[in-house]
C-alpha cells in the first residue's frame, strides 16, 4: 500500500519489530495457569499403567488428567473426512497409543518450569506392538487410494491413454524419486490459551482456522457454537500446520473449566515434531514419453504417500504435475502407505513441493537424452489450456517467465554438457530451471468496511495474517480506493467476533478477500452518495465475494469450502519459473547457492513489498528441501530422532545468496474483479527441482532422492 510518502509497506510492520503484536500465548489473563503434557514413549500399543503421583507431589502443580470421560469429551473428526481437527485421533480419551509422543497425561501447575517439571515426572507401562514408520517398514499397509477413498476429489487423473502413447514414443524417461518427511518448524510453537467466562470460551490461539476451532470445539464439549469465540489476529507461520483444531485443544477447555481458572499450553518443539502435522514421505515414479523433437507425448505420475493409521490423508500430487505442459495423455496412481505416526497434513505446497520436484528432474532428465536445452524443451511445450478439463487458463503467462527469467538471468551463456563448468578457484558451476503451479482455489468471504471518527475505516473480513501480509494488501486495496493512508485504516481477521472465519491455506486468502473487501468498498461508496468519509461517522457497508451459497453455507459451519481450479468456462492456476545457479567446493564438495531468479504469474500484484516477500520466502524453503530438510525416524522407538531445531536442519542466513524476484503483474481477468492469484504456495513450487538440476548441470550427478548432501557429489 502507499502511505504518505508513496511507498509501498506493511501495515503490521511497526507492531512487529517493536514486540506490539500480541500471538496466541503472549496472553496473561489475571489467574493463569499453566499446562504441560507427558507424552508416549512407545509407537504403538495400549497404556497399562500410569502413575501421576510423583506429579502431583511437585509444590505449585494444581491437578494431572490421564483421561476424560465419554461424557465430557467427544471424539476428534479429521478435517479431511468432513471435520474440524488435523487428525480424526483424540488424546486423553482411551487406552491406545497410535504414536510415539501422544500425549497421554495433562498437567496443571502454577509456572510453567511447575508444569513442565511434573510432566517429566509421569510414568506408564505399555503393551507394545510392532510399529512402522515408513513406506518401506515391515507391517506398513498400502491402499490404493482410489479405492480407499471413493471420491471424486481422491480420484487419479487419466487423460488419453498414456500407456499407449508412451509405447510409441521415441524417446523415453522412467525414473524413481524418494522425498523425505519434513516439518514446517514454524517460529511460534503450537500454543493456546483457552479461559471460561460463564458458559463462554473464549480462545487465543494462532491459527489459519478459526471457524474449524469454534465448531470443533462446540461438537466436542457439546457447546452451541455460539458459545465459543476464537480470537488469532496473527500467528508466527501457518504453513498448514495450523489449519484445523488441534488435539489439546479440547482436554485444554476441559481443564480450565475444571480448574476454574485460565490455561495456558506452550508445546515443546520436540512435542511439536510428534504430534503436529508433517509433510509425509513420498516415491515417485514418473514416466515421461517425448517424440524425436521435444514434444511431450504421455506422461505418467505414480505416488505412493506416507499416512496414519487412524486417518487417510489424501494425496494429490498428480492435479499439478499434469498440467505443467500440454502433454495429451497422462496417467497418476496414488496408494496411501498406513504407518505407526500421527496424521501427516498440509505443509506449504503439500502436494505440489515434492510432486513438481520429481516431475520436473524427470523433465531434466529427458532434455539431457534429447539432447536440448532444457528451458527450451520446457517453453516447447507450454499451453494455453488445461489439459485435464480441456478448459483455456484463465490466465497462463508461463513462457513469459521462462523468458524473462532466461534474459536476466544470463541463460544463452549456460554450456550444455553438465560438469564442464568451473570458477577461477576450481569450483564447479552449474545453471538449472524448473517451473511451478498451484491452483487458484478460493473460499468464502465477507467483509464489512464502516466509518470511524476522523474520517477512517474499520474493515472487519474474514481471513487469517499468517505473516503473507494480508491485512496490508487489504488496507492497500482500501487506500487507493477511497483515498485515504493507511493510518486511518484498521484490519480485523481471524476474529469470530467479526466473522466465520473459514480456513485461509491454499494461496487463497487474499484471492478470496480481496474481492469481498473490494465489494464492500462499492457498496459503501454506493450508501455515502458522494458524501465526505469525515461526515459519514457510523456508516457501513456489507458484501461477500460472489461464491455460491452451498459453499457459504459449509464455510459458516467451519467446514473446508473451497472452489477451484476449474470453473465453469476455465481453469486457474499460479504458475512461476526459477533460476538457480549452484557452486560446488572443489575439493569438500559443499554446495552452496550464491543466486536464485523467480518471476511469477500471479495475477494482479496486490502489493509488492508483502509479495516479494512471499516469493523470497518461498525459495528459502525450496532450498531447504532440497540440500538440508529431512526427517529421520527412530528406528527403535519410533518417531523422529532429529525432533530439535538443533538436529532439524533448516536454512539459516549464512546458506542463502542473492534472491531476485520478479512478476509478470497481469491481471487475471477472469478468476475475480480484483484480478489476484495465489502467491504464497506456488513461490515454493519448483525451487528443488532447480537445485536439483543446477546440481546435474555442475556435477553430471543426478538427485533421485532429497536432501542433496556433500557425500553425493
Not at 509444590?59 to 487428525?87: C, H, I, K, N, W
Request: aromatic content about 6%.
Amino acid at each position: 500500500m502507499t502511505d504518505t510518502g508513496g511507498a509501498q509497506v506493511r501495515l503490521d510492520a511497526r507492531e512487529k519489530v517493536t514486540g506490539a503484536a500480541l500471538y496466541g500465548a503472549d496472553r496473561v489473563p489475571p489467574g493463569l495457569v499453566h499446562a504441560a503434557f507427558a507424552t508416549a514413549t512407545i509407537a504403538r500399543g495400549r497404556i497399562v499403567t500410569i502413575d501421576v503421583s510423583g506429579a502431583e507431589a511437585v509444590p505449585g502443580v494444581l491437578f494431572a488428567v490421564t483421561r476424560f470421560g465419554e461424557d465430557e469429551l467427544g471424539p476428534a473428526s479429521f478435517v479431511m473426512g468432513g471435520g474440524y481437527g488435523t487428525q480424526g485421533l483424540q488424546p486423553l480419551s482411551h487406552d491406545r497409543i497410535a504414536h510415539r509422543g501422544q500425549p497421554i497425561a495433562l498437567v496443571l501447575a502454577e509456572t510453567p518450569v511447575a508444569a513442565a517439571h511434573a510432566a517429566e515426572l509421569i510414568t506408564a507401562t505399555y503393551e507394545e506392538e510392532p510399529f512402522a514408520c515408513d513406506v518401506d517398514a515391515p507391517g506398513a499397509q498400502t491402499l490404493l487410494q482410489r479405492e480407499a477413498i471413493p471420491i471424486p476429489f481422491a480420484d487419479d487423473v487419466v487423460v488419453g491413454d498414456a500407456d499407449d502413447a508412451l509405447a510409441s514414443s521415441a524417446v523415453r524417461v522412467d525414473a524413481v524419486y524418494e522425498h523425505p518427511s519434513q516439518n514446517a518448524t514454524p517460529l511460534e510453537l503450537l500454543s493456546a490459551v483457552v479461559q471460561w467466562h460463564g458458559d463462554r470460551l473464549v480462545v487465543h490461539e494462532g491459527t489459519q482456522n478459526a471457524g474449524a476451532l469454534r465448531h470443533g470445539l462446540a461438537r466436542q464439549l457439546g457447546l452451541d457454537p455460539a458459545q465459543v469465540e476464537v480470537r488469532s489476529p496473527y500467528l508466527g507461520g501457518g504453513f498448514g500446520q495450523r489449519n484445523a483444531q488441534q488435539p489439546y485443544l479440547a482436554p485444554l477447555a476441559l481443564a480450565a473449566r475444571r480448574a476454574g481458572r485460565p490455561v495456558k499450553l506452550v508445546l515443546t518443539r520436540t512435542q511439536t515434531f510428534h504430534q503436529a502435522s508433517f509433510r509425509p514421505q513420498t516415491r515417485h515414479r514418473v514416466i515421461l514419453g517425448a517424440d524425436a523433437s521435444g514434444r511431450m507425448t504421455a506422461a505418467v505420475h505414480e505416488v505412493d504417500q506416507q499416512t496414519s493409521r487412524h486417518d487417510l490423508f489424501p494425496a494429490g500430487y498428480a492435479k499439478v504435475t499434469s498440467r505443467l505442459y500440454g502433454i495429451p495423455a497422462f496417467r497418476s496412481r496414488q496408494r496411501l502407505v498406513r504407518n505407526d505416526v500421527q496424521t501427516p497434513g498440509y505443509m506449504r505446497a503439500p502436494f505440489e513441493q515434492p510432486g513438481v520436484w520429481a516431475f520436473e528432474s524427470a523433465v531434466d532428465e529427458l532434455a539431457t537424452e534429447l539432447r536440448l536445452d532444457p528451458l527450451a524443451l520446457r517453453l516447447a511445450n507450454d499451453t494455453t489450456h488445461d489439459p485435464v478439463s480441456g478448459l483455456p487458463f484463465s490466465s497462463r503467462h508461463l513462457g513469459e517467465c521462462l523468458r524473462r527469467g532466461a534474459e536476466r538471468f544470463g541463460w544463452e551463456r549456460r554450456p550444455l554438457d553438465p560438469g564442464t563448468w568451473t570458477d577461477a578457484d576450481g569450483h564447479r558451476i552449474g545453471w538449472g530451471v524448473a517451473v511451478g503451479a498451484y491452483p487458484a482455489n478460493v473460499t468464502p468471504a465477507r467483509a464489512r468496511i464502516t466509518v470511524a471518527g476522523g474520517g477512517s475505516v474499520v474493515v472487519r473480513t474474514d481471513g487469517h495474517e499468517m505473516g503473507q501480509g494480508m491485512s496490508s494488501a487489504v488496507a492497500a486495496l482500501v487506500s487507493s480506493q477511497l483515498s485515504i493512508p493507511a493510518s486511518r485504516i484498521r484490519v480485523e481477521l481471524g476474529d469470530t467476533r467479526v466473522g466465520a472465519q473459514p480456513l485461509t491455506a491454499g494461496s487463497w486468502g487474499t484471492a478470496s478477500t480481496l474481492p469481498a473487501v473490494e465489494a464492500a468498498l462499492t457498496e459503501l461508496r454506493r450508501v455515502l452518495g458522494g458524501r465526505d468519509l469525515a461526515s459519514a461517522e457510523g456508516l457501513s457497508a456489507e458484501a461477500d465475494n460472489g461464491l455460491p451459497a452451498a459453499l457459504a453455507d459449509r464455510a459458516a459451519q467451519g467446514l473446508v469450502a473451497a472452489a477451484g481450479p476449474v470453473y465453469g468456462d476455465f481453469a486457474a492456476f499460479s504458475f512461476i519459473a526459477h533460476f538457480v545457479e549452484v557452486r560446488v567446493e572443489r575439493h569438500t564438495g559443499r554446495i552452496r547457492v550464491p543466486r536464485v531468479l523467480s518471476v511469477a504469474d500471479c495475477g494482479r500484484v496486490a502489493n509488492r513489498v508483502t509479495a516479494a516477500g512471499q516469493v523470497r520466502g518461498g525459495v528459502v524453503w525450496g532450498l531447504g528441501a532440497a540440500l538440508r530438510e529431512h526427517l529421520v525416524v527412530d528406528p527403535r522407538l519410533g518417531g523422529f530422532l532429529n525432533a530439535t531445531l538443533e538436529e532439524y536442519p533448516i536454512s539459516v542466513n549464512a546458506d542463502i545468496g542473492h534472491i531476485d524476484v520478479d512478476f509478470v503483474d497481469r491481471p487475471d481477468p477472469l478468476l475475480n474483479a480484483s484480478g489476484v492469484k495465489g502467491l504464497g504456495e506456488v513461490a515454493m513450487v519448483g525451487v528443488a527441482a532447480a537445485v536439483t538440476n543446477a546440481v546435474f548441470h555442475a556435477t553430471g550427478y543426478r538427485a533421485r532422492r532429497l536432501p542433496v548432501t556433500m557425500a553425493d557429489v
